[in-house]
């Protein structure tokens, strides 16, 4: 339908926003004077927006529709953002830039994920989900070899200022082609239910803790760190990290699809998102015990990190099936509030850490020490997902 394309393509703008600062890394650096620190703030405040949007989002979503909360947002604060993006001159106006966007970009999957549950079978909710990702990662690809060459022919002042136009008329799509769904019966703001009230669902708090921090290695390796690893540790330019970064948003595009109909072939949402993230678990590990020696090595890594670390449809639709029809808005915008908030609340410890523990002499110590974090963050988080009851495709 129109309007599920129009929301495709302003979730692909989502995709590109949170990953373009790892091939945009070196000529902020040099413009900006920022640092990695400074990076780590930037892309931590857009996911931070982004998950503190969540809340008024379910609310809009449930009492306004998907039309108006995800066009009006992503067209004042998207599009807004990325023309405060285009006239910064100071790490500060990125940072804040970042987070305007951030707002923006919040509505977008989960008005896509509200028509889905609305108006398909719960069955197919993952399939959907996971193929609607996997369109939207082509952001993740545009944002690195094709922006690796748009910043080279135009500069990142020109290409943020076509960014801030077109994603203004991707939220006048929005606005025009999206078509609310009727509300569920009793769904009105008082007979609703509260964020409360699915916080004392038991079965959400043993899959929160993955949904918290199982996007948060691929987001954080592919949306920010690659491009410093990279520069810092393999002495690679714009272009060369731009090469690795569109293979692993490949690999997240793709790895997307993959999941989809898994949880079906299972019938097990469980043992699909388990599998996935104990292979992203392993990477991680692979790198906390030292950077390879070989850039080879090193993006092979990073691509498999890519495919198996975009289990987020299979885990959304496994704690959704816990999640009472009527409240679906909210139940949605709450799980995304912990998946990204998970990735914001990394990537800043990240920037800690790997300021912290890095020095100019020996970089490669202070990404050490930001995979030891990631690894040893994962592993409790499957621990506890462990304990949760799985919800099959076939019970739907």
């Given at each position: 339908m129109p309007g599920?394309?129009?929301?495709c393509?302003?979730?692909?703008?989502s995709?590109f926003?949170?990953?373009f600062?790892?091939v945009?890394?070196?000529?902020l650096a040099?413009d900006?004077?920022m640092?990695?620190?400074?990076?780590a703030?930037a892309?931590?405040?857009?996911f931070a927006a982004?998950?503190?949007?969540?809340?008024p989002i379910g609310y809009g979503?449930?009492?306004?529709?998907?039309r108006?909360?995800?066009g009006?947002?992503h067209?004042v604060?998207a599009g807004?953002g990325a023309?405060?993006?285009?006239?910064a001159?100071t790490?500060t106006?990125?940072i804040i830039a970042m987070a305007?966007?951030?707002?923006?970009?919040?509505?977008?999957?989960?008005?896509?994920?509200?028509?889905f549950a609305r108006?398909f079978s719960?069955?197919?909710?993952?399939?959907?989900?996971?193929?609607?990702i996997?369109?939207?990662?082509?952001g993740?690809?545009?944002?690195?070899?094709?922006?690796?060459w748009?910043?080279n022919?135009?500069?990142?002042?020109?290409?943020?200022?076509f960014?801030?136009v077109?994603?203004t008329l991707?939220?006048?799509?929005v606005?025009?082609?999206?078509r609310d769904?009727?509300?569920?019966?009793?769904?009105g703001?008082?007979q609703?239910?509260?964020?409360?009230a699915?916080?004392?669902?038991?079965?959400l708090?043993r899959i929160?803790?993955?949904?918290?921090?199982?996007?948060g290695v691929a987001a954080?390796?592919?949306?920010?760190?690659a491009g410093?690893i990279?520069?810092?540790?393999?002495g690679?330019?714009?272009t060369?990290?731009?090469?690795?970064?569109f293979?692993m948003?490949?690999a997240?595009?793709?790895?997307?699809?993959?999941?989809?109909?898994m949880?079906?072939l299972l019938?097990?949402?469980?043992i699909?998102a388990?599998?996935g993230?104990l292979?992203?678990?392993?990477c991680?590990?692979?790198?906390?015990?030292?950077?390879?020696?070989?850039?080879t090595?090193?993006?092979?890594?990073?691509v498999v990190?890519?495919?198996?670390g975009t289990?987020?449809?299979?885990?959304?639709a496994?704690g959704?099936?816990?999640?009472?029809a009527?409240?679906?808005?909210?139940?949605?915008?709450l799980?995304?509030?912990?998946?990204i908030g998970?990735?914001?609340l990394l990537?800043?410890?990240g920037g800690?850490?790997v300021t912290?523990y890095?020095v100019?002499?020996d970089?490669q110590a202070?990404?050490?020490a930001?995979?030891?974090?990631?690894?040893?963050?994962?592993a409790v988080?499957l621990v506890?997902?462990?304990f949760?009851r799985d919800s099959k495709?076939?019970?739907?």
């Amino acid at each position: 339908m129109p309007g599920i394309a129009a929301l495709c393509v302003a979730y692909l703008l989502s995709q590109f926003y949170r990953s373009f600062l790892a091939v945009l890394s070196p000529v902020l650096a040099i413009d900006l004077s920022m640092t990695p620190k400074e990076l780590a703030m930037a892309s931590g405040a857009w996911f931070a927006a982004f998950a503190l949007a969540q809340f008024p989002i379910g609310y809009g979503l449930d009492t306004w529709g998907p039309r108006r909360t995800a066009g009006i947002l992503h067209g004042v604060a998207a599009g807004g953002g990325a023309a405060v993006f285009a006239m910064a001159t100071t790490p500060t106006e990125i940072i804040i830039a970042m987070a305007l966007i951030g707002v923006g970009c919040a509505p977008v999957l989960m008005a896509a994920f509200f028509l889905f549950a609305r108006n398909f079978s719960a069955r197919g909710f993952a399939t959907l989900g996971s193929t609607f990702i996997a369109v939207g990662t082509l952001g993740n690809i545009i944002g690195s070899s094709p922006l690796a060459w748009a910043i080279n022919q135009y500069g990142w002042h020109l290409v943020a200022w076509f960014l801030c136009v077109f994603t203004t008329l991707t939220a006048l799509a929005v606005l025009f082609l999206v078509r609310d769904p009727e509300r569920v019966t009793g769904s009105g703001p008082n007979q609703n239910g509260s964020y409360l009230a699915l916080m004392k669902i038991p079965q959400l708090w043993r899959i929160f803790p993955l949904i918290l921090l199982g996007y948060g290695v691929a987001a954080g390796v592919r949306g920010l760190w690659a491009g410093p690893i990279l520069r810092d540790v393999y002495g690679y330019d714009v272009t060369a990290i731009g090469t690795v970064t569109f293979y692993m948003a490949v690999a997240l595009s793709v790895g997307s699809l993959a999941y989809g109909p898994m949880d079906r072939l299972l019938n097990s949402r469980k043992i699909v998102a388990m599998v996935g993230n104990l292979v992203v678990l392993a990477c991680a590990a692979w790198l906390a015990m030292g950077l390879p020696v070989s850039v080879t090595q090193t993006s092979v890594l990073f691509v498999v990190i890519g495919f198996f670390g975009t289990s987020y449809a299979v885990l959304m639709a496994h704690g959704k099936a816990f999640v009472p029809a009527e409240m679906t808005g909210r139940g949605v915008t709450l799980m995304n509030f912990f998946s990204i908030g998970g990735v914001g609340l990394l990537q800043w410890l990240g920037g800690y850490v790997v300021t912290h523990y890095g020095v100019s002499s020996d970089p490669q110590a202070g990404y050490q020490a930001l995979f030891i974090v990631y690894a040893a963050t994962l592993a409790v988080a499957l621990v506890i997902y462990g304990f949760a009851r799985d919800s099959k495709p076939s019970q739907a």
